[in-house]
C-alpha cells in the first residue's frame, strides 16, 4: 500500500473509534453510527491499528510523502495507546471520556441539515440503548480488573442522570433541529428507549458501580494496575514530545515561579499591590471583576474577534474564507459545559465555524479572561487553525482533521500571546487575564502529573489551583475533576505553546531580519495539524532552504 492509501485507512479506523469526533463531522459512512464501547470491537479496532502502524514503518515513502507518512504512523501508534488506556472503564462523569458525556455533550451538537442526516440521527438515538449497556459491560469488567472509578465521579455521573430523567422537556437530544414525521420518531425513540436506556444505566451504577469507588485520596492512574506506564503513554500521545511525567511537572513549576513577576509588574500599577498573592486576591474576590449580565459578555467577545480579525491580515498571509461565528453556549448545557468552546464548520459547509461562550450565571464569571479566550477559541486561535485546515487544497484529508492536541490547543494558547504582540487586549486587565489563563495551563503541568504519576489527593490538587491560579472555588473543583477523569489531556496545551514558540524563536535566531511572521504563521498553519517533532522538522526545513536561497 501507499502512503496516501494507509492515510485513507487511518481515517476510517479514527472515524471508528469516535463517529462523534468534531474534526470528522460530516465524514461519509458515519454519520448513523456511534461509538463501540464493546471490548472485542475496540481489541479489533486496535489489532488494525497496529497492522496499519507496522505498514507504514515498512514503506520508503516519497519525499513529498514524508510528512503525511510520519502523521499517520503517529495517529495509529496514538489510537493504540488510547485503546489500552481502558479510560472507558473507569470514567464516569461530565468530560469527554465518559459515556453520558458522550451523548449528552457531543451528540445534541451534531448539525442537521439534510434528509439524510436527520434519518442518521434517528439512527444514532436507536443506538443509545445497545451504547449503554456496553458502557455499563466495560464498567463491571473494570471494577473485576481492578481499574476502579472515583467514587465522588460516579456520584456526580448518577446526579446528571437524574437531573437529565427528571426533564424531558428540556432533554439536549432534542436540540438537532428535525422535521416532518421524523420529529414524531424522534420523540417516539427518546421516551420509549433512549430514557428507559439512562434510567437502566443509572441503576447500573448505583447498584454495581459506586460500591467499589476509589476515595479521593487516591484518585490518580498512578493507583490502579499498570497506572503508571498507562499515563506515561497517555502524556505522549497528547503531548506529541519525550517529555516524561516528572519533567512536565518540573517545566510547571518553573513557569508558575516566572509567571509571578509578570503578574506584579502588571498587577502594581493596576492595583497598587506590591506580591503575587495580593493580585491573585483582587482578581479572585473583587466584585468589579464579574459580568454584569450575559449580553456583556457576548458583546466583549464579539468585539475582541472584530479586533482580531481586523489586524489579522498583518500577521497572516492565509486567512479563513468566513468570519467566525458567535453564539451563547445552549442553556440546557450551560450547568456543565465549559466556559467556552469551537465547534468546526461541517465538512460539507453547512454551517460556519462557530465560538460558543457560556452565558451561564455571567455574573458569577470572571470579566478579565474573555478576550484571551476569545483569542484562543476563535480568532487568531481555533477558528483560524481548524478553518484554514479544512480548507487547504492538495493535502491528504488525515492532515486536514488529525487530532493533534498539543498543536490545537498549543496553537490556542500561542495565539493568547500572539494577541498581546500583536496589540489587540484592550486593557490591563484583560492582560492579566492572558495571564490567569498561562498560570492555569502551567499549573495543569503541576497537577495532571501531580494526580496520575506522583500519587497527589483530589485535595492536594485543589490547595495548589487555589495558591497558584486566579480560578475561583467553582472553576477550581470543575477543573479537577476534568484532570481526573482525562489524564494527560491537559498537558497538551502548554507543552504545545512551549514547542511552537521554541520553533519560532530558533527561525528568527537564523534568519534575522530575514524572518517574517507572516510567512511563518502561514507554515505553521499549511500543513495541518502535526505532531511536534514533526512540525519541528518542517519549520528547520523551511528556515534552511531560506538561508540557502538568501546565500544562493
Same mark, same amino acid.
Given at each position: 500500500?501507499?502512503?496516501?492509501?494507509?492515510?485513507?485507512?487511518?481515517?476510517?479506523?479514527?472515524?471508528?473509534?469516535?463517529?462523534?469526533?468534531?474534526?470528522?463531522?460530516?465524514?461519509?459512512?458515519?454519520?448513523?453510527?456511534?461509538?463501540?464501547?464493546?471490548?472485542?470491537?475496540?481489541?479489533?479496532?486496535?489489532?488494525?491499528?497496529?497492522?496499519?502502524?507496522?505498514?507504514?514503518?515498512?514503506?520508503?515513502?516519497?519525499?513529498?510523502?514524508?510528512?503525511?507518512?510520519?502523521?499517520?504512523?503517529?495517529?495509529?501508534?496514538?489510537?493504540?495507546?488510547?485503546?489500552?488506556?481502558?479510560?472507558?472503564?473507569?470514567?464516569?462523569?461530565?468530560?469527554?471520556?465518559?459515556?453520558?458525556?458522550?451523548?449528552?455533550?457531543?451528540?445534541?451538537?451534531?448539525?442537521?441539515?439534510?434528509?439524510?442526516?436527520?434519518?442518521?440521527?434517528?439512527?444514532?438515538?436507536?443506538?443509545?440503548?445497545?451504547?449503554?449497556?456496553?458502557?455499563?459491560?466495560?464498567?463491571?469488567?473494570?471494577?473485576?480488573?481492578?481499574?476502579?472509578?472515583? @467514587? =465522588?465521579?460516579? %456520584?456526580? #455521573? &448518577?446526579?446528571?442522570?437524574?437531573?437529565?430523567? /427528571? +426533564?424531558?422537556? *428540556?432533554?439536549?437530544? $432534542?436540540?438537532?433541529?428535525?422535521?416532518?414525521?421524523?420529529?414524531?420518531?424522534?420523540?417516539?425513540?427518546?421516551?420509549?428507549?433512549?430514557?428507559?436506556?439512562?434510567?437502566?444505566?443509572?441503576?447500573?451504577?448505583?447498584?454495581?458501580?459506586?460500591?467499589?469507588?476509589?476515595?479521593?485520596?487516591?484518585?490518580?492512574?498512578?493507583?490502579?494496575?499498570?497506572?503508571?506506564?498507562?499515563?506515561?503513554?497517555?502524556?505522549?500521545?497528547?503531548?506529541?514530545?519525550?517529555?516524561?511525567?516528572?519533567?512536565?511537572?518540573?517545566?510547571?513549576?518553573?513557569?508558575?515561579?516566572?509567571?509571578?513577576?509578570?503578574?506584579?509588574?502588571?498587577?502594581?500599577?493596576?492595583?497598587?499591590?506590591?506580591?503575587?498573592?495580593?493580585?491573585?486576591?483582587?482578581?479572585?474576590?473583587?466584585?468589579?471583576?464579574?459580568?454584569?449580565?450575559? @449580553? =456583556?459578555?457576548? %458583546?466583549? #467577545? &464579539?468585539?475582541?474577534?472584530?479586533?482580531?480579525? /481586523? +489586524?489579522?491580515? *498583518?500577521?497572516?498571509? $492565509?486567512?479563513?474564507?468566513?468570519?467566525?461565528?458567535?453564539?451563547?453556549?445552549?442553556?440546557?448545557?450551560?450547568?456543565?459545559?465549559?466556559?467556552?468552546?469551537?465547534?468546526?464548520?461541517?465538512?460539507?459547509?453547512?454551517?460556519?465555524?462557530?465560538?460558543?461562550?457560556?452565558?451561564?450565571?455571567?455574573?458569577?464569571?470572571?470579566?478579565?479572561?474573555?478576550?484571551?479566550?476569545?483569542?484562543?477559541?476563535?480568532?487568531?486561535?481555533?477558528?483560524?487553525?481548524?478553518?484554514?485546515?479544512?480548507?487547504?487544497?492538495?493535502?491528504?484529508?488525515?492532515?486536514?482533521?488529525?487530532?493533534?492536541?498539543?498543536?490545537?490547543?498549543?496553537?490556542?494558547?500561542?495565539?493568547?500571546?500572539?494577541?498581546?504582540?500583536?496589540?489587540?487586549?484592550?486593557?490591563?486587565?484583560?492582560?492579566?487575564?492572558?495571564?490567569?489563563?498561562?498560570?492555569?495551563?502551567? %499549573?495543569?503541568?503541576?497537577?495532571?502529573?501531580?494526580?496520575?504519576?506522583?500519587?497527589?489527593?483530589?485535595?492536594?490538587?485543589?490547595?495548589?489551583?487555589?495558591?497558584?491560579?486566579?480560578?475561583?472555588?467553582?472553576?477550581?473543583?470543575?477543573?479537577?475533576?476534568?484532570?481526573?477523569?482525562?489524564?494527560?489531556?491537559?498537558?497538551?496545551?502548554?507543552?504545545?505553546?512551549?514547542?511552537?514558540?521554541?520553533?519560532?524563536?530558533?527561525?528568527?535566531?537564523?534568519?534575522?531580519?530575514?524572518?517574517?511572521?507572516?510567512?511563518?504563521?502561514?507554515?505553521?498553519?499549511?500543513?495541518?495539524?502535526?505532531?511536534?517533532?514533526?512540525?519541528?522538522?518542517?519549520?528547520?526545513?523551511?528556515?534552511?532552504?531560506?538561508?540557502?536561497?538568501?546565500?544562493?
Amino acid at each position: 500500500m501507499t502512503v496516501l492509501q494507509l492515510a485513507d485507512t487511518m481515517l476510517d479506523l479514527l472515524a471508528e473509534e469516535d463517529p462523534l469526533n468534531e474534526l470528522l463531522q460530516g465524514y461519509p459512512g458515519y454519520e448513523h453510527r456511534l461509538p463501540d464501547p464493546d471490548e472485542a470491537a475496540e481489541s479489533r479496532l486496535r489489532e488494525r491499528a497496529q497492522a496499519l502502524a507496522q505498514a507504514a514503518r515498512e514503506l520508503e515513502p516519497a519525499a513529498e510523502d514524508e510528512v503525511t507518512h510520519a502523521l499517520l504512523l503517529q495517529q495509529a501508534e496514538s489510537l493504540v495507546d488510547r485503546i489500552d488506556a481502558r479510560l472507558i472503564e473507569h470514567t464516569m462523569a461530565d468530560y469527554i471520556t465518559a459515556p453520558i458525556a458522550k451523548l449528552l455533550l457531543a451528540l445534541p451538537l451534531v448539525r442537521v441539515a439534510r434528509v439524510e442526516q436527520e434519518e442518521a440521527y434517528l439512527e444514532r438515538l436507536a443506538a443509545v440503548p445497545e451504547f449503554l449497556g456496553k458502557a455499563a459491560q466495560r464498567h463491571r469488567q473494570g471494577v473485576a480488573a481492578g481499574r476502579l472509578p472515583v @467514587a =465522588e465521579r460516579v %456520584a456526580a #455521573a &448518577r446526579t446528571r442522570l437524574e437531573a437529565y430523567l /427528571a +426533564a424531558p422537556e *428540556s432533554d439536549p437530544l $432534542r436540540r438537532p433541529s428535525l422535521t416532518g414525521v421524523r420529529v414524531e420518531q424522534r420523540d417516539r425513540l427518546l421516551a420509549d428507549e433512549v430514557r428507559p436506556a439512562f434510567a437502566a444505566y443509572r441503576e447500573v451504577l448505583t447498584k454495581e458501580i459506586a460500591p467499589h469507588g476509589r476515595s479521593e485520596e487516591r484518585p490518580g492512574l498512578c493507583w490502579l494496575p499498570n497506572g503508571g506506564a498507562t499515563y506515561a503513554a497517555l502524556a505522549r500521545t497528547h503531548t506529541t514530545t519525550g517529555h516524561t511525567p516528572e519533567e512536565l511537572h518540573r517545566i510547571g513549576l518553573e513557569l508558575i515561579e516566572r509567571l509571578a513577576g509578570e503578574y506584579v509588574a502588571i498587577g502594581a500599577s493596576l492595583f497598587g499591590v506590591r506580591t503575587v498573592t495580593e493580585v491573585h486576591e483582587r482578581m479572585r474576590t473583587d466584585s468589579a471583576m464579574r459580568w454584569k449580565d450575559g @449580553a =456583556e459578555l457576548l %458583546a466583549c #467577545a &464579539r468585539a475582541a474577534i472584530d479586533r482580531a480579525e /481586523a +489586524a489579522a491580515p *498583518s500577521w497572516f498571509g $492565509r486567512l479563513p474564507s468566513h468570519p467566525c461565528a458567535l453564539e451563547p453556549t445552549p442553556p440546557e448545557a450551560g450547568e456543565a459545559a465549559a466556559a467556552a468552546y469551537y465547534m468546526p464548520a461541517p465538512m460539507d459547509g453547512s454551517h460556519p465555524g462557530t465560538f460558543y461562550a457560556n452565558t451561564h450565571r455571567a455574573n458569577e464569571r470572571s470579566r478579565y479572561g474573555m478576550e484571551a479566550t476569545s483569542f484562543h477559541e476563535a480568532v487568531p486561535g481555533h477558528h483560524f487553525q481548524i478553518t484554514i485546515a479544512q480548507e487547504l487544497k492538495g493535502l491528504h484529508m488525515l492532515r486536514q482533521v488529525a487530532g493533534i492536541n498539543a498543536y490545537i490547543e498549543g496553537w490556542g494558547l500561542y495565539a493568547e500571546r500572539l494577541a498581546d504582540e500583536m496589540g489587540l487586549y484592550s486593557s490591563a486587565l484583560d492582560r492579566l487575564g492572558m495571564l490567569a489563563a498561562d498560570s492555569m495551563r502551567a %499549573a495543569r503541568l503541576v497537577v495532571d502529573t501531580g494526580l496520575h504519576a506522583l500519587g497527589w489527593s483530589r485535595a492536594r490538587v485543589v490547595d495548589y489551583l487555589r495558591a497558584n491560579t486566579v480560578m475561583d472555588d467553582v472553576e477550581i473543583q470543575s477543573e479537577t475533576d476534568r484532570y481526573i477523569e482525562m489524564p494527560g489531556q491537559a498537558l497538551s496545551y502548554m507543552v504545545g505553546r512551549l514547542e511552537l514558540q521554541r520553533m519560532r524563536a530558533k527561525a528568527q535566531t537564523e534568519l534575522g531580519a530575514a524572518f517574517d511572521f507572516r510567512a511563518f504563521h502561514d507554515l505553521l498553519l499549511g500543513g495541518g495539524a502535526l505532531p511536534m517533532a514533526v512540525l519541528d522538522g518542517v519549520v528547520s526545513a523551511w528556515s534552511q532552504g531560506l538561508r540557502t536561497s538568501k546565500s544562493g
